[in-house]
């Protein structure tokens, strides 16, 4: 089945984009034929950035994206968030690319299921 994960909140402040990288991970360790895609749209975009430095203790979204990278998953990042933040492709992390909207609708048309957090 194909799984598409949209992210809107930022990704410390609230726990939903963690949630979010929770049952991603979990779906890809429970469903073998799992494709699942990861939109970071709005303050999402701001997961996928590099170098994050979190508390001992405190998860880290930096980590939990390249896990489901390593897993098989797609990152895909707003360019318009990127740029509204002011990031840049080279501050993304492995795995992440830079997506636009036309590429979240072809995802949307082929999913079998969207999650919006």
């Not at 089945?1 to 726990?15: A, R, S, V």
């Not at 990288?21 to 990861?38: F, Q």
């Not at 939109?39 to 508390?55: E, I, N, R, V, W």
Request: proline share 3%.
């Amino acid at each position: 089945m194909k799984y598409l994960f949209i992210l809107n909140d930022p990704p410390y402040g609230t726990e939903r984009v963690y949630n979010a990288m929770r049952l991603a991970t979990t779906i890809l360790d429970k469903d073998e034929g799992a494709d699942v895609s990861v939109f970071l749209l709005g303050d999402a975009a701001s997961a996928a950035k590099s170098g994050q430095q979190t508390p001992n203790g405190y998860y880290n979204l930096e980590r939990m994206l390249k896990n489901v990278v390593r897993k098989g998953a797609r990152v895909l990042v707003c360019g318009t968030c990127m740029n509204a933040r002011g990031l840049t492709d080279d501050d993304l992390i492995d795995g992440a690319t830079r997506s636009t909207m036309d590429e979240l609708t072809e995802h949307t048309i082929a999913a079998g299921k969207v999650l919006v957090f």
